[in-house]
């Protein structure tokens, strides 16, 4: 019998992304209705792998009502029932489905800072035990008209588009998936080696050091859909100027045409053609958050062009992406932050990589 999407989207998930065991205690957490045909499937397949499914689901994000109405002291409370659950918990499977990619807007910037302080907490004990080993997470989404709406598509286009992306429409995408690692990783290695990382193109001249730091491919093990492969430079040694073409989003808020100039690490001066106001307050959300948490070269030519969803866009096939903010231990980064705001940047119009002045990539391509 033919799988259902769904059951294909719930294998990959439980099977590959987190690789459920037996005995494993497994959180899945949704915050959307329109989630609701893939939580049951991944709930489901959660215990045929003999795992103890824990469901946290809503029927609708609070976050507006909660930056509009808490006080300091409740942006900055962390509850210890899900502090308890990102330290014990095995597994961890979140499902998006926003019902309203605008719903914070118009949200108070400051608050919105203050909280992302305070989860940072969280984050942070999650980021350790995956590098560790102990703990391991994937984040995907299911269509919704507003996600569709922010492409720019219809609710159908957008869902074709979205199963694409993840291999859905192949009969076995956990297999496309492993074929996408095997020639990501080689990649990944060849970096491993390498000291210096320039990138070049449209008003873009920055260099990273990336010595002693690890590259890893991604595909599919903790976003989904995937395909990448990044690392997190060497903290005190980026220095350059970045322009990003793409529209850059960041929960529900965004900016557009924005210029960042980095010295020994940090960024010194940031402008947007819009957006400039919220583009500034995020990177003054912390002591981390102007520092430089990761670069990447997304890999996944079935997503082509801007949807609104940093889930999708980061991974575009000839694109690169930079996050202001926290790094990943695993890669040896140490900047920790409650910000991570990955910022896109179209390599396809001139772009290029050298490594120890030696050219990698070029116009949206490695070539190696």
Not at 60 to 83: C, H, N, R, W
Not at 192 to 216: A, C, M, Q, S
Not at 308 to 319: H, P
């Amino acid at each position: 019998m033919n799988k259902t999407v769904w059951e294909k989207y719930a294998e990959v998930l439980a099977d590959y992304s987190v690789d459920v065991q037996k005995g494993d205690l497994v959180v899945i957490r949704a915050e959307s209705i329109y989630a609701k045909d893939l939580v049951r499937a991944v709930y489901k397949r959660v215990l045929e792998r003999g795992g103890n499914p824990l469901v946290r689901t809503g029927f609708g994000d609070m976050s507006e009502l909660f930056i509009k109405y808490a006080s300091d002291e409740q942006l900055d409370y962390v509850d210890p029932i899900t502090k308890l659950e990102y330290e014990t918990a095995d597994k961890f499977i979140s499902i998006g489905g926003p019902l309203n990619t605008k719903s914070m807007a118009h949200a108070d910037l400051t608050k919105l800072a203050r909280r992302g302080k305070a989860a940072k907490k969280l984050s942070g004990i999650l980021m350790k035990r995956s590098a560790e080993g102990t703990a391991k997470w994937v984040i995907a989404d299911v269509p919704t008209h507003a996600l569709a709406q922010e492409a720019g598509m219809s609710f159908d286009e957008y869902s074709e588009f979205l199963f694409k992306s993840c291999y859905l429409d192949m009969d076995n995408p956990i297999e496309k998936l492993k074929e996408l690692d095997l020639k990501q990783t080689a990649w990944a290695n060849y970096l491993n080696n390498v000291k210096k990382l320039h990138i070049t193109g449209d008003r873009t001249d920055i260099t990273f050091n990336v010595e002693g730091r690890k590259w890893i491919s991604c595909s599919g093990l903790n976003n989904y859909p995937d395909g990448e492969v990044f690392t997190s430079p060497v903290e005190d040694d980026i220095n350059g100027e970045i322009y990003f073409d793409y529209p850059q989003n960041y929960r529900g808020n965004g900016a557009q045409g924005v210029h960042l100039q980095v010295e020994n690490g940090i960024v010194i001066k940031a402008k947007a053609e819009k957006g400039e106001e919220f583009l500034n307050a995020m990177l003054d959300m912390d002591e981390g958050s102007r520092k430089i948490g990761e670069i990447a070269v997304g890999t996944n030519d079935m997503i082509q062009e801007i949807t609104g969803n940093i889930l999708f866009d980061e991974k575009i096939g000839g694109a690169i992406h930079m996050a202001v903010g926290a790094s990943y231990p695993e890669t040896g980064g140490k900047n920790v932050s409650g910000l991570h705001w990955d910022l896109i940047k179209n390599m396809k119009n001139g772009g290029k990589i050298f490594t120890d002045n030696v050219l990698i990539y070029e116009n949206g391509k490695f070539i190696i």
